[in-house]
């Protein structure tokens, strides 16, 4: 194997899959990143075995095809020590990687690409293509309420789902509930996954990028994306999401209509002295106002209030603060849509011009 590349290029391409490589002293090779020369094509592959990124640079100068294993770390401390406009030369001899680049040379110690886990032979049962904006919208409309090392380990994750022409994301954590779904418009197979934590954050950092259309493929135990030059690759969750539209309202009564600036402020006011083990905090809708208390264990209260078109009977609820926080700071509209179950176990919110996503959380007993 052999070929020469501009030391930027090669340096981009590494730190895009560089954050796969930990030091594993079971699985040594996961320290490496696979390298494979094979018309005209280089690729770089780093795994944790959970996700695997795969970065392809196009090589139009001579090269000699090949394939090896070297120390993810290394190269990229070399490469970033270089100058950034030089040229490097890679050659593979017995074994060894040399590393050329102007008055530098470097020999890295090898191993075998056959050791080198991946997934060449990915099969799929159903893909789609969509707009990169969008599915990155998707994400983080919805990725905040995903459990975070729940016992219920299909939880930590979150759910994708193609349903009657619908795309959906869906992310609870058992006591709030986030859904977002757009129209697909091209006809594909029913699917139904989970995807990590880890892998969802992964996806959103690779998604940091000018709007792309995305093809997606769906395989029994893995989702891969291919995102321009990368192919990403995850791990699913094997278990199943619970029913997700139990929580949902069947009927949607008449909202209350709150400005969502105020609201976030007012939260943010009376946050400041609420209980530090559950940031309890009281909201009391009465005869147009609506008041937000919080208590601590210190015995130190605060208050704040603002007006609302609001005169119906009055309500009295205890609600995580931050559960709350999290839903108004993705929702981009003037004013939420406040919904009230039958018991006032939970309430729902929606934008007062976006109903594609929908929020519940559980109310606090008081």
């Not at 919208?137 to 193609?162: C, H, S, V």
């Amino acid at each position: 194997m052999q070929f020469t590349i501009q030391n930027n290029i090669l340096i981009k391409n590494l730190k895009k899959i560089s954050r796969l490589l930990v030091k594993n002293s079971s699985h040594p090779i996961l320290e490496n990143i696979l390298i494979e020369m094979k018309d005209n094509i280089l690729s770089l592959t780093a795994t944790n075995l959970e996700i695997e990124i795969i970065s392809k640079i196009y090589i139009s100068t001579k090269y000699t095809p090949g394939k090896i294993t070297i120390s993810g770390k290394k190269i990229l401390n070399i490469c970033q020590n270089l100058s950034e406009t030089s040229i490097i030369q890679i050659k593979l001899k017995k074994n060894k990687i040399y590393i050329f680049s102007e008055n530098s040379s470097y020999i890295l110690l090898t191993i075998t690409a056959d050791n080198f886990p991946n997934h060449q032979n990915f099969n799929y049962h159903s893909d789609f293509y969509i707009s990169s904006d969008i599915f990155k919208n998707m994400i983080l409309k919805t990725e905040f309420a995903m459990g975070k090392q729940d016992i219920r380990y299909y939880l930590n994750g979150m759910l994708f789902e193609k349903k009657n022409n619908h795309l959906k994301s869906v992310a609870t954590d058992g006591y709030r509930l986030a859904i977002s779904y757009v129209l697909l418009k091209e006809k594909i197979n029913f699917f139904s996954i989970i995807v990590p934590n880890k892998g969802v954050m992964e996806i959103l950092r690779l998604l940091n990028i000018k709007n792309e259309l995305l093809h997606i493929l769906i395989g029994n135990t893995h989702l891969r994306i291919y995102i321009d030059n990368l192919i990403f690759t995850t791990q699913l969750i094997d278990g199943e999401y619970p029913n997700y539209n139990n929580v949902l309202l069947k009927k949607l009564n008449k909202p209350i209509i709150i400005n969502n600036h105020l609201f976030k402020k007012s939260l943010l006011r009376t946050s400041i002295l609420s209980y530090e083990k559950f940031s309890g905090i009281e909201i009391n809708i009465n005869n147009g106002i609506l008041k937000t208390v919080s208590y601590n264990q210190d015995e130190e209260t605060a208050k704040d209030q603002f007006n609302i078109e609001y005169f119906g009977d009055t309500i009295e609820i205890s609600i995580n603060v931050y559960y709350i926080l999290d839903v108004l700071k993705v929702i981009q509209s003037e004013n939420i849509l406040l919904f009230f179950n039958e018991t006032q176990s939970s309430i729902q919110i929606q934008s007062e011009n976006n109903f594609s996503d929908i929020y519940v959380i559980m109310l606090l007993k008081h």
